[in-house]
């Protein structure tokens, strides 16, 4: 029962686990509702009719249930994971009426539009015009695309209806899914239990800011994707003092856009008047004052250190922290652009474009080690 609980909030109380483990008379009927609550949504979000198809590509075995029977007909590729999209595909069909009528147009056969079907790209007719310099040049034809973008969602839905009609397909699918991407409940925070000491009393936060501080708090780590005007300033200051309250972070450092440094330090003494702030101006940086502003930064006992973007570029990571960084990426692209030349051969685009990102990425390597 206990366990149960814990789904719904991660850390408890004294009080609660107190309550959990030995609950009152009255208190175990409403627990046992609402473990049952709990357990009918966790049915209800492995039904197979829940499933988004798209997030099945990455679970499929070999032949699941006669996949590759369905597909193999017209379709021949790889799916490469690294670069998310399938290699050397190749589609074809000797049903004309199929290929040019019932699921494709004829300015855009079928087997063109699976082909960008299972790349995630959409589908686009385009036609010759002159532009004014006389040159040719191609532009979109709106209404030929948007005939090809209804053909293809025809062949998504027809896709899905073989995928779940025969029951054992379906189970064995849904089955694949729910074991990979269904497994885990999204953990609410409850964030109406914090006092917020030394905050103005003046200013009430509301329950999606203080939510936002609990999270903040649990995880380690929170994003405040809130619109213009909700409070993700002042939902930012409050989780920074409360980490630092509790220990959790010792001096927070703000990096903020240029224009917004000073307002940023008013809000910080809005909220929390007493609090012990130091706001970068760009002046902080330049030349021999940029070293006295780092001293003053490591030997004050600052509430929030607030910096301008610009200026953040400044403070550089450690280089062996920067250094391996940089080779994981090479490493990792020269993994994918090995795999899509054994799919593609030597100079495919896909190849092509990696190699120009991994020389990149490897001169800037090269860089830091001189």
């Known amino acids: 029962m206990a366990s149960l609980l814990r789904r719904e909030k991660e850390y408890l109380s004294a009080k609660e686990q107190k309550d959990a483990l030995f609950p009152k008379a009255n208190e175990l009927a409403t627990m046992k509702k609402r473990s049952a609550e709990l357990l009918e949504q966790l049915r209800a979000k492995r039904k197979p009719e829940t499933i988004d198809a798209g997030g099945l590509k990455s679970v499929l075995p070999k032949d699941p249930a006669g996949f590759s029977n369905y597909v193999d007909r017209f379709v021949d590729g790889e799916y490469n994971s690294i670069l998310g999209k399938y290699l050397d595909l190749q589609i074809s069909s000797s049903n004309n009426t199929l290929n040019h009528a019932t699921y494709g147009t004829k300015d855009m056969p079928a087997t063109k539009i699976i082909s960008k079907v299972l790349q995630n790209k959409q589908p686009q007719v385009t036609r010759t015009v002159t532009g004014t310099d006389g040159e040719p040049k191609k532009v979109v034809d709106e209404d030929k695309t948007a005939a090809a973008l209804g053909k293809a969602e025809e062949i998504q839905d027809k896709f899905l209806d073989w995928l779940w009609h025969d029951q054992d397909r379906r189970q064995t699918l849904s089955t694949l899914y729910n074991e990979r991407f269904n497994r885990r409940v999204q953990q609410k925070y409850d964030g109406s239990y914090l006092t917020f000491p030394g905050k103005s ?119 062996e922290t920067e250094m391996r960084f940089l080779t994981d990426q090479v490493n990792e692209m020269n993994d994918a652009i090995d795999e899509a030349r054994r799919a593609e051969g030597q100079k495919s685009r896909s190849v092509r474009d990696m190699e120009k990102l991994e020389g990149k990425t490897s001169r800037e390597e090269s860089k830091k080690t001189q």
């Open 201 to 319: 009393t003046q200013i009430r936060l509301r329950p999606h800011q203080t939510n936002f501080v609990t999270r903040s708090i649990q995880k380690g780590k929170g994003l405040a994707d809130h619109v213009v005007g909700a409070g993700k300033t002042f939902a930012s200051i409050a989780t920074a003092m409360e980490m630092r309250r509790l220990g959790l972070a010792k001096k927070p450092l703000f990096t903020v856009p240029n224009h917004l440094v000073d307002q940023w330090a008013k809000d910080f003494k809005i909220l929390y008047p007493g609090s012990n702030v130091l706001a970068a101006s760009k002046k902080d940086f330049e030349g021999p004052k940029r070293r006295e502003f780092f001293a003053k930064i490591a030997t004050g006992d600052w509430d929030a250190v607030i910096v301008a973007h610009s200026s953040f570029g400044f403070m550089s990571v450690p280089r």
